[in-house]
């Protein structure tokens, strides 16, 4: 009698304990995340709890067996070591494959982007597209930076800091992670060969990137930015103001100006470069870097002067000759005058 109540404990004993084990097997192995779907992404916001996750992964329709899920979670302490991010997961996925992933923070990177840049709120937007950032989160930081930093970074200089590029960051990364990311890319951009060519021109980096900008802002072709570079470089080792238009129509800030007329180059700004020497407190523009190496490596001339050629083609005429500069002023005027009433008549008719 006793032999056979043990035999049956040992049998209650053994299905109950291949129950559990199969159970065990089925939470762990089996696939429960998109199952039968494509891969997706999920994003983890910066402020998410376990609970959070367990919303994202029902609401979008991710888990097939939420509490499978979260009962595995919970045993391998995900609930308390939840990461943010942005995460491709696969089809098919396992409890233990997913918790696994999420826990390591194995995120999927996201690139970021900016150009065509001229004051920080445009920076702020584009910067932190992709991004689990604020906007204004970024330029916050940002002005804190540009008002601490010991690296010669001030406001009016602080977008020589970026150089527009294609970068990889992660989703989360932090606003000050961010700044100090951009920091390292300024670094390994100005290498020795770079550094160098600018202290030959009697140039810091950042003089270097503002001169650039205002180059960028004169020329819409690469093979003339380094003429151009060099005129202006002229210009300042004889102290001869720069008198460059772009700077006018940053320091009256509206960048809807076609046309410079007299009235700008009265208004009172450090970018003025009619009425103040030497380069304006930062650039006008986020410069490309095609334009950093136009200054840096600029065509060596004697030319003090450049005009807009009258054939329209983007070109400039250049000149150390101040007559010789009114001559091509006046031809140029004269060939804008005879479109504007080729327009005028075409509108006409």
Known sequence: MKGARRLFIFLVLS??????????????????????????????????????????????????????????????????????????????MSNLEVIRFLRLGRQEPVTITFNNVRLLP????????????????????????????TYGFTKDNILTMFIPNTYEVYYNITPQQLIDRM?????????????????????SPVEVSILASIVQAETVKRDEAPVIAGLYLNRLKKGIPLQADPTLVFAVGDFTIKRVLNEHKEVDSPYNTYKYR????????????????????????????????????????????????????QRYQQALSREQRKARAQSRN
């Open 15 to 92: 299905v109950l304990l291949i129950t559990f084990s199969f159970y065990v097997y089925q939470i762990c192995y089996t696939p429960n995340i998109l199952v039968g779907k494509e891969s997706q992404l999920l994003i983890i916001p910066n402020d998410a709890t376990f609970e959070t996750v367990q919303t994202l992964l029902h609401d979008g329709g991710y888990v097939q067996d939420l509490m499978s899920f979260s009962f595995l979670a919970r045993l391998m302490e995900y609930d308390r070591k939840v990461k943010p991010g942005r995460y491709v997961l696969h089809s098919n």
């Open 122 to 149: 445009e920076l702020a937007q584009k910067i932190t597209r992709t991004i689990g950032m604020r906007p204004e989160e970024f330029e916050a930081e940002l002005v804190g930076f540009a008002m601490s930093n």
């Open 183 to 203: 920091h390292d890319e300024y670094e390994l951009f100005w290498n020795e060969e770079r550094k160098k060519k600018a202290e030959a021109i009697g140039l």
């Open 278 to 329: 030497g380069l304006p407190p930062g650039p006008i523009n986020m410069p490309e870097i095609s334009s950093i190496d136009a200054v840096l490596n600029y065509k060596s001339s004697n030319y003090l002067y450049m005009c807009a050629r009258e054939d329209f083609s983007g070109y400039h005429n250049f000149t150390s000759n101040l007559a010789e500069h009114n001559r091509n002023a």
